[in-house]
Nanobody, 123 residues
Framework: QVQLVESGGGLVQAGGSLRLSCPAS????????MGWFRQAPGKEREFVAA????????YYADSVKGRFTISRDNAKNTVYLQMNSLKPEDTAVYYC????????????????WGQGTQVTVSS
């Protein structure tokens, strides 16, 4: 069973940066696609970014392209989300997710989820 624990959220001003981390348990970390999703109050869970397990290819939602960077360190079993130029609309609970054979932007295709970490961006 894969366990994910996100950290790094907090309160920042617009234009600031945060780096989220998600260490994962298990010996098969490198085979999983890792994704970041977010959910704001009253909204559905939204795809943010993903990195594949096969070639570590990265994918981003249009809303975060050029501002966020997803990466993975297989030696540390950790996926990261570097968030720059943060905007108030980025405010949400951010979730780390893992899965095999996923459809990248569809949260229901990821088997494992972290507990979430709150990101709040003030104006």
């Amino acid at each position: 069973q894969v366990q994910l624990v996100e950290s790094g959220g907090g309160l920042v001003q617009a234009g600031g940066s945060l780096r989220l981390s998600c260490p994962a348990s298990g010996r098969t970390f490198s085979s999983y696609t890792m994704g970041w999703f977010r959910q704001a109050p009253g909204k559905e869970r939204e795809f943010v970014a993903a990195v594949s397990g096969s070639r570590s290819r990265t994918y981003y939602a249009d809303s975060v392209k050029g501002r966020f960077t997803i990466s993975r360190d297989n030696a540390k079993n950790t996926v990261y989300l570097q968030m720059n130029s943060l905007k108030p609309e980025d405010t949400a609970v951010y979730y780390c997710a893992a899965g095999a054979g996923v459809t990248l932007t569809f949260p229901n295709t990821y088997a494992y989820w972290g507990q979430g970490t709150q990101v709040t961006v003030s104006s």
